[in-house]
Every structure is written in structure tokens, then in C-alpha cells.
């Protein structure tokens, strides 16, 4: 049994800062991906951003220069800073990592709960 557990959502002005965090906790052997996306309310859930094991990260357009990705392999959790948070940030976030529990197993992607982030004006 594989958890992804998020942390650190809440409600803050707008030009404010939030901190999510993410633990993937049970059988896993390996992490490649692990990454935040968000889905506003009457929206598709987006990508925000992603980072590989070596690193790597991707951020969505929206978010550039704004949000911070970090990993740290040997506790498989995933963070994400949100600084100079806008209305239109408000979403519920969502933990993703793509993570493989058996050496014979396909790796897959497993999903957060999802934490709400609100922005206000």
C-alpha cells in the first residue's frame, strides 16, 4: 500500500507565501517523478510543476519564477514554495509521484488527497 500524504495548504493574501509538502510513505522501491497539480473549482486539474529523481524540474508557465519544486530522495517528499501568491492560484493541490513498489513491477502514478490553497484579493 502506497500513501502520498500532502501538508501545508491554507488561506493567505494575495503577494503571500505558502509552503506545500508531500510524503509517499509504504512499498516503494523507486521514485522517478514526483510533482504538484491543481485544479481549480469548474477546471481541469493542471500540471505545476514536476521534478525527476536526478532533479530535474518542469514548472508550468503561470508559476515560473514564482514557485520553488524541491525532493528529498531519501525521505520521498516532495515541497513546493509558493511565493507571491495571485487569486487565481486558489486550487486544490495535488501530490503525484510516479513511483514503482516491486522490482518487477511497472512504475505508476500515485495521488495525493489533495490539500486547498485559497488566495485572497
Known amino acids: 500500500q502506497v500513501q502520498l500524504v500532502e501538508s501545508g495548504g491554507g488561506w493567505v493574501q494575495a503577494g503571500g507565501s505558502l509552503r506545500l509538502s508531500c510524503a509517499a510513505s509504504?512499498?516503494?522501491?523507486?521514485?522517478?517523478?514526483m510533482g504538484w497539480y491543481r485544479q481549480a473549482p469548474g477546471k481541469q486539474r493542471e500540471l505545476v510543476a514536476t521534478i525527476t529523481s536526478g532533479s530535474s524540474t518542469n514548472y508550468a508557465d503561470s508559476v515560473k519564477g514564482r514557485f520553488t519544486i524541491s525532493r528529498d530522495n531519501a525521505k520521498n517528499t516532495v515541497d513546493l514554495q509558493m511565493n507571491s501568491l495571485k487569486p487565481e492560484d486558489t486550487a486544490v493541490y495535488y501530490c503525484i509521484a510516479n513511483l514503482r513498489r516491486y522490482y518487477w513491477e511497472r512504475s505508476s502514478d500515485y495521488w495525493g488527497q489533495g490539500t486547498q490553497v485559497t488566495v485572497s484579493s
Open positions: 509504504g512499498v516503494i522501491v523507486s521514485i522517478n517523478v
